[in-house]
């Protein structure tokens, strides 16, 4: 495994491997319990055997990965499909690849650095493109982040930030070498070398001590800026072991300001000068709401610091606590579990003894020590243990706080040590030699030796009768107790033994060693080896039944086998640590395995059955609860609790006195308080008897104006309906001369209308017998122009049937897709039906919270609705345009009867003089294409001030999905603020308990009213259904609201992204219209220019020819109606344009 990146929507994870000496990518999904692998990419045809930086894309589709020297290439990859978008080569100077990285909003550009490496990637058409080149001098870039879209910053080795805007150097510092202040360094002097640290599940501060710089000399030396990360206000780094700088921006362009240093605490037990205290930080990151800071250092240490929310909190100098207990930095030696208590011991080479509890998950006891420890075991009853150091064996009482040497041995170097099964004996490890020895009375009951290399590892049998031994040379005893001899031997010389164990019964020895196999020993003779496939054995442990073997390999993995032992190739195999498997052990239950690793990882593993069940024990055994204390311990704390009631005591009659002082100062303030108030009192009665006088006097006056009002309205009303009867009877008078009048007028139209009857019959008789020689003579022409018709409506008939189906095609992709849409939203209604439904019938406490969730899945329906109105939308739309396709037709075929009426127009006018005909024709030929052109051009127009008014409409519905959008992300944000302040109230409730249990401590001495005080708590905090269901709820409430919030994220980014596209479209279309506008316009006044020039021309024309003109008027009345029809067409033109 060379590198890791996890996605930023928390759901993936990349792993960088390498298969068969070719580079792959493993993506696994993480949100899923247990995690499931997605994809594996690989690229064979590069020349590379690791990647060795990843990164995720901002919406977590895209993964880019750079492979190692000597030849870096930077691959960009679409992983969810296995595709390799592009891939180059990257000239680097240097010989190291420090990381790689996406801009925050671009999923196209890409950051890449490392020693002589600073290049900017952008994604585009299949390659990637260097952009923005670095323009200065090169150097050894170690780290980067994005501050924003453009800004990069980077550490140097030589202790320099940089930041680059497209390549170019914005600002510049060098980071001072920092010495911790004189405040915090005087709290280490506090703190002796080898004192403890106790841990819980819910407090894990430790008393933290600072760096301190012992080395003078390395002031002058230049740090190195080795981790960066960006948040909102500014950027954190790391200039030197062991501290943290922040830098902020200031109200100055693009400045940042150092505002804060942020210490590690020291390691005071290193026993190197130069190297004391010093943890380089390794990678810093901050929680998503920036309210933590959590880095890791180069000893396995995971630390945090609770950024300050204002200015005020902010202090210059702060420091780490670990995030939640110290953990291993060095190999762990020496691991084991007892029976009585669910705790498990360990130590290490890092000179620490420390007490899990494999239950809670959490550090008990910790201690650090001056020499190296290399082996560790507990005591049955989970009281004492047993650790062996360079200099001395010692066994040590594992008080509450505190591990207390009581007895020491002189036993230098002891690589292995062992408790009895029944706590009464243990066996202590001294070379080639094992000593035997009383726990009761610590005397050496037995010696027992024949080994002729280093003892590797020894084990006790059920019933501590036999012992069992193995050394580096190939030889494994049984050893029998009561005699002090050899029972039983196996001897091979080829094979350096690591680990044995044994079954429940001790009839048989299970050992691994260097030659890669499983031995089962019995009687002295191997009865069974299992080949390890070319992988070293180095830890071997057995269930307490018996029925199953747990093996560690040199390359950190455990493997599972059944017993009897079955073929070479049937077992299970974990990936567990990164370095050799040291120690393991099975607690006595067998529902766990404990594993440790020469990376000093250690491991707690829950054992399932092949159906994926825990293991069960035939009978339930409860762990004792009882802890050691020192008598001096109990002395100091019964004087202190003493000490203290008494300053409560004196505190209490000081607060009685104050009490009785403000008492008689506020009776004081009371008085003249209520004799100002009295006088008040008065002047507000006084005020309000004058304003009641006032108040009954305007009323009175008011009433007398009513009155006058009233007649007076009374007066005008007669008046007008007098004057209104007079009107009307003038009008009378006027109706009824009109109606005479009107009859008159009546008679005298029929006999008009008559006369014109006349005249017109006798006209009509004329022009009929006219027009029908004229029908003769067209009907040879009409035949032959309906024969053309035919041929182009068939071709129009063809063009028609093509564009119908390409709409019916369009029509169809696009119910296709907002059907599977529409089946999408369906799903995850569904979806969120049935987990509300689980919800309701789990928790009935939370019933509000489920009505809320029910609102959402209505909003759900409400949007599913939205876009069922979008497609019938689109399909009224698809309608229109047939219709519009209908209409363009009719409009085609009123054009060619227009243009057949001209026609047969200009046939006519081949009869006058052959000069003005020749003319006109001209004439004609050039305005008639010009005036197409212009009802052409004139109904694009129309058709663009469509589309303009639909492109309007898309976006109206547009800004209303963002609108209600932006209104679920607000609903989400106050549901966030309630929780937060849910989080808050339980706080109150933590600290009046811990109140409580402080005032509970001042009856230590009186037992009854200790046990009411305590059972008072009991009624007062606990209640069954928190017990019960406290655990539950916080868990499934957490992934609940993670699910809601991804999923109105990913709907929020995807509209987002449409609406962007959309605006685009739309900015591109409008472009268009505007350009085709000004070239519409411009051809426009061309033609009006022309227009005016063929004008002057006709007129003058006419003016020649005005003779011969009215001859012709006179002979053919069909000529004056078409000059004259133009003519207005011509006008209409002008005043169109």
Known sequence: MQALAISPNRRYLAVSETVVEQPALTVYEVSLVPSRRRRTLAAAELPAREFVALAFSPDSRYLVAATGPPEVHLTYWLWEKQRLMAAVRVEALGSSLCQVSFSPQDNAQVCITGNGIFKLFKYSEGTLKTTGLQKG?????????????????????????????????????????????????????????????????????????????????????????????????????????????????????????????????????????????????????????????????????????????????????????????????????????????????????????????????????????????????????????????????????????????????????????????????????????????????????????????????VKWSADDAKLVSCDAHGAVYEWNLLTGKRESECVLR????????????????FAVGS???????????????????????????????????????????????????????EFNEYQAHAGPVTKMSVTDDDL??????????????????????????????????????????????????????IRVKELQTENDYQLRLKDINCNEKIKEIKEIFTQEIDCLKTKHEILQAEKEKQELQHQYQLFELMKKQAREVQDLESSNNQ????????????????????????????????????????????????????????????????????????????????????????KIKYERRLQEEKESNLRLKGETGIMRKRFNSLQKDIEDRNSEI??????????????????????????????????????EKRIYDLKKKNQELEKFKFVLDYKIKELKKQIQPRENDIMVMKEQIREMEGELERFHKQNAQLELKITDLQQKLKATDRQVHRERQKEQNMKAVIKRFKTDLHNCVGFLQDSKKLKDRICELYTKYVRQTDMVETVELDTDLQQEYIRQREYLERNFATLKKKVVKENEIHRADYMRIMQENVSLIKEINELRRELKVTRTQVHDLQSTLGLTKKKQVIRDPGFTGLPRHRCIGTGFLVLGG
């Open 137 to 457: 001098e090169l150097q050894n870039y170690l780290c980067h982040a994005w501050l924003s879209a453009e800004k990069v910053v980077c550490g140097t080795d030589t202790g320099k930030l940089i930041i680059f805007e497209s390549g170019e150097v914005r600002w510049e510092t060098s980071v001072e070498y920092k010495i911790p202040p004189r405040e915090l360094e005087e709290d280490t002097t506090t703190k002796e070398p080898g004192s403890l640290t106790s841990f819980s599940a819910f407090h894990s501060d430790i008393s933290c001590d600072l760096v301190a710089d012992d080395n003078g000399s390395q002031k002058d030396s230049l740090p190195q800026i080795c981790a960066v990360a960006a948040y909102s206000k500014g950027f954190a780094c790391s200039s030197r072991p062991g501290v943290v700088l922040v830098f902020e921006k200031t109200e100055e362009k693009e400045v940042y300001k150092e505002t804060q240093e942020i210490w590690i605490p020291r390691d005071f037990c290193n026993s190197e000068p130069e190297q004391s205290g010093r943890e380089d930080i390794i990678c810093i990151c901050f929680s998503p709401s920036e309210e933590t800071m959590i880095v890791s250092t180069t000893k396995n240490q995971l630390y945090m610091f609770t950024m300050p929310s204002t200015e005020i909190m902010k202090e210059k100098s702060a420091h780490f606590i670990h995030l939640n207990f110290p953990l291993h930095s060095d190999s762990i030696t020496g691991l084991d579990s007892c029976i009585r208590k669910p705790i498990v011991a360990t130590c290490s080479l890092d000179r620490s003894v420390r007490i899990w509890n494999y239950k809670t998950n959490t550090l008990e006891l910790y201690k650090q020590y001056q020499e190296e420890a290399y082996t560790v075991s507990l005591h049955p009853t989970g009281l004492f243990c047993l650790v062996g150091f360079s200099d001395k064996l010692r066994l040590m009482s594992l008080l509450y706080e505190d591990m207390h040497v009581f007895k020491e041995f002189t036993i230098r170097g002891c690589r292995e040590c062992a408790f009895s099964n029944g706590g009464h004996l243990f066996a202590a490890v001294n070379g080639n030699v094992i000593h035997i020895y009383s726990t009761t009375t610590f005397e050496n009951t037995n010696n027992l030796k024949g080994h002729s290399g280093k003892i590797r590892a």
């Open 494 to 509: 080829s094979c350096n033994y690591s680990s044995i164990a044994l079954s429940p019964f001790a009839k048989i020895i």
């Open 515 to 569: 030659d890669q196999t499983l031995k089962e020993i019995s009687e002295s003779s191997i009865l069974h080896e299992v080949p390890a496939f070319d992988v070293v054995y180095t830890a071997i442990a057995v269930s307490r039944s018996g029925h199953m073997l747990f093996i560690g390999t040199s390359l950190g993995t455990i493997r599972t086998m059944r017993y009897p032992l079955p073929l070479p190739t």
């Open 592 to 645: 766990f395995l404990l594993t440790a690793s020469k990376d000093g990882s250690f491991l707690i593993w829950k054992v399932y059955d092949k159906e994926g069940q825990i293991l069960k024990r035939e009978k339930e055994v409860e762990y004792a609860e009882e802890v050691l204390i020192m008598r001096s311990d109990i002395e100091e704390k019964g004087q202190a609790m003493l000490d203290l009631q």
């Open 727 to 814: 009107k009307l009877l003038m009008e009378n008078e006027k109706y009824q001369e009109l109606q005479v009048k009107s009859q008159r007028m009546q008679e005298e139209y029929e006999k008009q209308l008559h006369d014109l009857e006349e005249s017109k019959s006798k006209a009509l008789e004329e022009l009929t017998e006219y027009y029908e020689e004229k029908l003769n003579e067209k009907s040879v022409l009409l035949e032959e122009t309906e024969e053309t018709i035919r041929q182009q409506l068939h071709i129009y008939e063809e063009i028609k049937k093509q564009i119908e189906d390409d709409g019916d095609q369009e029509i169809q992709e696009i």
């Open 858 to 895: 209505e909003e759900m329906k409400l949007e599913q609705q939205k876009l069922q109105g979008i497609i019938t939308s689109l399909e009224k739309d698809i309608l229109a345009l047939k219709r519009e396709i209908q209409e363009r037709d009719d409009t085609i075929q009123d054009k």
